[in-house]
């Protein structure tokens, strides 16, 4: 669905003394370890055991250990700890197989599925769901650890299973097969007592319905009874709204479980947890959770304060020959400085702030989704250029709303549901940038810092929202804000700073959503000034410089539209000269075959029809050129046909 996943690492609970120094030691600084703590998973002590997990599991957070641990097989090491007698060895051996998973990327993912890791995973995930024994951990230990086995060890195992499942296809398969939905739907269960489990659970699921016919067949009236529980849970905190998001997007995904006369009412649903995800700023909610993090910190040093004045009052009273100066300070200055102390491990606020996060960027993809998109991918359009039944000349003409852009499709459910719910018009809001002082905020508190990129990836969802909506839906549903206002605001966000953006990501999605916006204009005959002629060869040059061919691609498109307003114009050979040659160029020159049909098709737009465009196009031989470039551009899609070929096999 277009999402990206983040790394989720497991915080290891201590850092075994040496080990670092023995990384550094020696000619191969990860080998030694590896061999080592490979080793130490199979004594004959728990504790051992449970110290080499949780020290594999802080290597395996560096991407340059872990080849070293897949050499000597840390899979079909670890994998049978998940069933360890001692619960604790489960959940660091769990932990240490997740940050495998989330930091190894798709072909470690493949190859610990193929070395069998599924079987004890999922022998571990329905025992979970069952129950464990308690009394395999000694109550003394119970009330020293102050902990959840269970739910613990289930947390580990179904961010391991939603890592496995999201790059391989077999997992998915073996999900499927061992009817894993039971267990991870108790585990959604668990949302009043365990949210963070039920957030895992719920995350997992929503991976594994995407595109997964095979399992609709499992989802009764029981499941989706116990979907739609947790999607009405009332509690309002940042991450029970993740959690509310993340049901919503797997009740989408399975819609077609649903009757069709509940489907107006459930999209309706759906697209209202939606809307009140996407109304919250999170810019203020960044800056109320700092405060508020703020003034907890400081209401836990003032309370070590007051127990260590008492203590000393206590002291004083025992021991008439003690001190009475000496210890009083040093008891209040640790309390003052050493803030660090108390630091709780959870950072419950940065935990809430990154939850609604996540939860917009979430409710922003879906709705991606929702719109029905006939657009080929970029693979695709590949494929249909290399067709030898098209013909160059003719079939590269269209009625100009361009190749790479047809028209989109709502049902009239999901239109009458963005409309009731306002989706449209809190998208527009969400493209602008982030709140300036919850930047600074973030910028200046290091554990913050990472909440930046979480910012602009809902800012880039919501441009892509954008693009989609302007050619979905009609203008009333954006809040009353015209094509023009849309326009000059997305221009804004490309030239409000001196120097043009150079986020691949960012500028994807704004030239995206801006190509939509003038091509909507264009086909409305509104006129629009809010791209000045010089900002836009200064968003051309900068865009062909871009890495991406989906800009490059975007910025043609938008100077083809802006060339066949020209070119109805009067007076404006000169200025369509300049945009022929500019075309020409990149269709000649440009190695990618999708930016150089763009490009072509563009020229035919702008000198399609017209006095102007006719004398432009003479003046600049552009029938000659494109005679001359036509044998080539055949050749390149002859070319690209036996590439596409010789790949087949391997995709």
Known sequence: MGKSRGRRFRQVPFSPAGLEQRCHEGDDPDEEPAAELLEKV?????????????????????????????????????????????LAVRETAAGALRNLSACGGFEVCDDMVSKDIMTPLVALLKECSTGLDANQLSPEKRIEMDKNYIEDIANEAINLLWNVCECSSTAVHIFNKEGCLEAVLLYMKKFS??????????????????????????????????????????????????????????????????????????????LKIFSESLAIDAGET????????????????????????????????????????????????????????????????????????????????????MCCSEDPSDDEWEELSSSDESDFMENSYNDGSGLLMSPLCLSDE???????????????????FPNSVALDICMHNPSWKPLIKKLNAVQCRALTCLQNILLVSDMDCLGGASLQSIAQHLSQLVFAKMELPTDTEFLEAVTSALRAVLQTMASKNISQQSVTPEQLWTLCEAGMNSSSASVKVNIVSI??????????????????????????????????????????????DVFADGKEAEKAAVEIRLLPALKEFQPVFKMRRKANTLILKFMEPSR
């Open 42 to 86: 199979q004594h004959p002590s728990a504790e051992v055991r449970e110290y080499a997990c949780a020290s594999i599991s802080k290597l395996l957070q560096e991407q340059q250990a872990i080849p070293a641990f897949l050499q000597r097989d840390v899979v079909r090491c670890l994998g049978p700890l998940l069933m360890d007698y001692s």
């Open 193 to 270: 007592t365990n949210v963070d489990l039920a957030i895992s659970a719920a995350n997992c699921l929503q991976a594994v319905t995407e595109d997964n016919p095979d399992l609709l067949y499992s989802f009764n009236a029981s499941s989706q009874q116990v979907l739609e529980t947790v999607m009405l849970c009332p509690e309002s905190t940042m991450k029970h709204i993740l959690l509310r998001t993340l049901t919503a997007g797997i009740i989408w995904n399975i819609k077609g479980t649903i009757p069709p006369g509940s489907l107006g009412s459930m999209i309706n649903a759906i």
């Open 286 to 369: 960044i800056i109320r959770m700092k405060e508020a993090e703020k003034n907890r910190l400081k209401l836990a040093v003032e309370g070590e304060t007051e127990e260590n004045m008492s203590d000393v009052t206590e002291n004083c009273v025992l021991s008439e020959d003690y001190d009475l100066e000496e210890m009083p300070k040093g008891k209040v200055k640790k309390g003052e400085n050493d803030i660090f102390d108390f630091l709780p491990p959870d950072q419950r606020e940065l935990k809430e702030v990154t939850a609604l996060l996540m939860a917009q960027q979430t409710a922003l993809e879906i709705i991606v989704n």
């Open 414 to 432: 999901v239109n009458s549901a963005f409309l009731n719910n306002l989706i449209p018009k809190k998208i527009l809001e969400k493209t602008a």
């Open 559 to 604: 100077l083809g539209i802006s060339g066949s307003i020209l070119a109805k114009g009067q007076d404006t050979a000169e200025k369509l000269k300049v945009i022929g040659k500019f075309l020409l160029e990149v269709a000649m020159k440009e190695s990618s075959l999708v930016v150089a049909g763009e490009a072509l098709d563009a020229l035919f």
